[in-house]
């Protein structure tokens, strides 16, 4: 099995831990720090529908408070509906942690890597900002 089904079945086991009363749709994401080490997590939602918390965000903000702040690939499941991809705010996150793989699924749950400035082209980041 290669690193992109490995984490494919990682974000899918999370995506079981989803708190999605809300919209019923369940998300997992799994992500591999440059070091190697790996980090999972779940979409977790709340009564406030705008304040969720998508999975991708759980997976990279749990890397960061560990202190990563590189991250090379990104893994991220849906277990409901017709699969998904990364919302804006999600792809602007992998942005700042330094995302270069994006692996989703295509209708068969098989892994599809793309690049992260193929779904954030043109992007804004830190090195657009003037040093301080
Ligand atoms: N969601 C994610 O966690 N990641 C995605 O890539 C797409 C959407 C969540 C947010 C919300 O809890 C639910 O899925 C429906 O939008």
New binding site residues.
């Given amino acids: 099995m290669n690193e992109a089904h490995r984490l494919i079945r990682e974000a899918r086991s999370v995506a079981a831990n ?1 708190y ?1 009363p ?2 019923r ?3 997992g ?1 799994a992500v591999v720090a440059a070091d190697g080490t790996e980090y999972t997590g ?4 709340n009564a406030a529908y705008g304040s ?7 997976a990279i903000t749990t890397a960061a408070a560990d202190g990563v702040r590189k991250i090379d690939t990104l893994a ?1 499941v ?1 277990l409901d509906g017709e699969g ?4 804006g705010n ?1 792809r602007q996150l992998m942005r700042e942690f330094g995302v270069d793989t994006v692996v989703l699924t295509d209708e068969h749950g098989e892994p599809v890597q793309f690049r992260l400035d193929e779904l954030l082209p043109h992007s804004f980041g830190p090195e657009s900002l003037p040093r301080s």
């Fill in positions: 989803s999605s809300y919209s749709f369940r998300v994401a779940c979409n977790v939602e969720s918390i998508c999975a991708e965000a759980n991220v849906c998904c991809t990364p919302c999600c």
